[in-house]
């Protein structure tokens, strides 16, 4: 279990020192600012709102394409011939990889969640309620949000495994893993009598188990 947190730690640590996470972690909260000062409407258009929007809109496509390219790199760099002399499982280097830059994605949401709920307070003209109301509303978005980023983050670990080309890893996360993910929000926006934040977390969870699973057993049969 200390070599699962050992690789934990180090794969956070790289994706935080990456130049694509930095510009998500101050990116994706200055955009919502921007976008406030953009709007012609001031106040009428919460940024709270528009923040579960950026989130869900561009997170997930992000989380596959990142783990799909940098999963075929390492992968064809021969990085992980040199875990085959160390005491790591290669299950810890999969699930590793997913928690680290789950943690990451859930770190550039709240900056941007939050980024939009400071602005709101300063400057929207809406009545408390109706803000708190949205507040509470963006909020539930941004964990069904996490939801479908979750299975797009295991769909790209997978992609990456199975395919040897980086361009091709990345058009497949693009097209496949952002649709995987779209299986944790539609259905529950349109069935009736049914909860969209319970659903989506439970679809979402289910499918990353499984799709992890599906990654874990193909790494484990990955000739290095």
């Known amino acids: 279990m200390k070599s699962l947190f050992i690789l934990l730690w180090d794969e956070f640590r790289g994706f935080a020192k990456s130049k694509t996470m930095i510009a998500m972690w101050i990116g994706m909260p200055l955009v919502v600012i921007v976008m406030h000062f953009l709007n012609p409407v001031q106040g009428d258009f919460p940024m709270t709102l528009f923040s579960g929007i950026i989130i869900a809109s561009i997170g997930g496509l992000l989380a596959a394409v990142i783990l799909s390219s940098t999963m075929a790199n390492e992968i064809n760099a021969n990085v992980y011939a040199l875990f085959l002399i160390r005491p790591v499982k290669r299950w810890q280097i999969v699930i590793a990889k997913y928690i680290a830059f789950m943690f990451s994605l859930i770190i550039a949401s709240l900056l941007s969640f939050t980024s939009g709920i400071i602005v709101d307070l300063i400057r929207s003209s809406l009545p408390s309620e109706i803000l708190k109301a949205l507040i509470r509303y963006s909020f539930e978005n941004l964990l069904i949000s996490l939801s479908a980023m979750s299975i797009a983050c295991a769909a790209g670990l997978v992609i990456g ?18 649709q995987m993910s779209v299986i944790a929000i539609l259905p529950g926006y349109f069935l009736e009598n049914v909860n969209p934040l319970v659903f989506s977390i439970g679809v979402g969870l289910a499918a990353t188990v499984i799709i992890l699973s599906l990654g874990i057993f193909v790494f484990q049969k990955k000739q290095f």
Do not use: P
Request: glycine fraction near 6%; charged fraction near 5%; aromatic fraction near 6%.
């Open 161 to 178: 495994m199975l395919v040897k080309s980086v361009a091709m890893a990345v058009i497949l996360s693009i097209y496949l893993g952002q």
